[in-house]
């Protein structure tokens, strides 16, 4: 049975990852938890990220996401 095709950075910002990135907006780093992928199909999928110092929740395009240590 063939699977349905998942990029790799889909994969890799799987829900329930925690990532980082530069948030202009705040003036420093901010870190959140990935929620969804709005297409993992997309080799730059956005991300539905729940941000940790407010918790609000937005898109962010995966290529402004790095995987927290």
Known sequence: MLRPYISSTAEKFAPGNFVTT???DLG???VGV???I???Q???PRVL???LHDL???FVRAEY???AN
């Open 49 to 51: 990220v729940k941000w």
């Open 34 to 36: 990935t929620r969804a």
């Open 56 to 58: 609000s929740e937005e």
């Open 42 to 44: 997309e080799a730059n």
């Open 65 to 67: 996401l790095n995987l």
């Open 22 to 24: 530069w948030n202009p």
């Open 28 to 30: 420093r780093h901010a």
């Open 38 to 40: 709005e297409d993992v």
